[in-house]
């Protein structure tokens, strides 16, 4: 598997209610290049990759998630339990549509719900 990597723009938006979300891209989400290639699965994000056929029709995005946050999470603990790397290239995509600082919120509590439950081993890893 290959990942690009993802970042936000250098400069904050202009509306203000977007600041939160953008900010938090920029302190949390963003990661360099020689950072992802020294921690190639925890830096993974869906927005910016290349799968094998094949890989993806064994390893696949874990459906038990209904609700938003983690996916991403789950596929690359997948993909790390079998064995299959990720290569990072340098070619991150910019991270678009920012939404408001109550929207980012409420998807903030639904992931941090989604990792509690993947933290319990409850969220059942795909097979």
């Known amino acids: 598997m290959v990942y690009g990597g993802r970042k936000h723009h250098d400069n904050p938006p202009k509306n203000k209610?977007?600041?939160l979300r953008w900010l938090y891209g920029i302190k949390k989400e963003d990661q360099n290049f020689?950072?992802?290639?020294?921690?190639?699965?925890?830096c993974f994000r869906s927005n910016n990759f290349l799968i094998?056929?094949?890989i993806l029709s064994q390893i696949r995005f874990?459906?038990?998630i209904k609700t938003y946050g983690h996916e991403d999470t789950l596929l690359s603990?997948?993909?790390?339990?079998?064995?299959?790397?990720?290569?990072?290239?340098?070619?991150?995509?910019f991270h678009e549509?920012?939404?408001?600082?109550?929207?980012?919120?409420?998807?903030?509590?639904s992931a941090i719900?989604?990792?509690?439950?993947?933290?319990?081993?409850?969220?059942?890893?795909a097979q």
Do not use: C, W
């Open 17 to 19: 209610n977007k600041k």
């Open 113 to 125: 719900k989604n990792l509690v439950l993947i933290d319990k081993g409850t969220m059942i890893l």
């Open 52 to 54: 094998k056929k094949t």
């Open 97 to 109: 549509g920012i939404e408001s600082s109550s929207v980012f919120l409420e998807k903030t509590k």
């Open 77 to 93: 603990l997948e993909l790390k339990n079998n064995k299959i790397a990720i290569f990072q290239i340098n070619n991150p995509v």
């Open 62 to 64: 874990n459906e038990n």
């Open 34 to 42: 020689n950072y992802r290639v020294m921690n190639p699965y925890h």
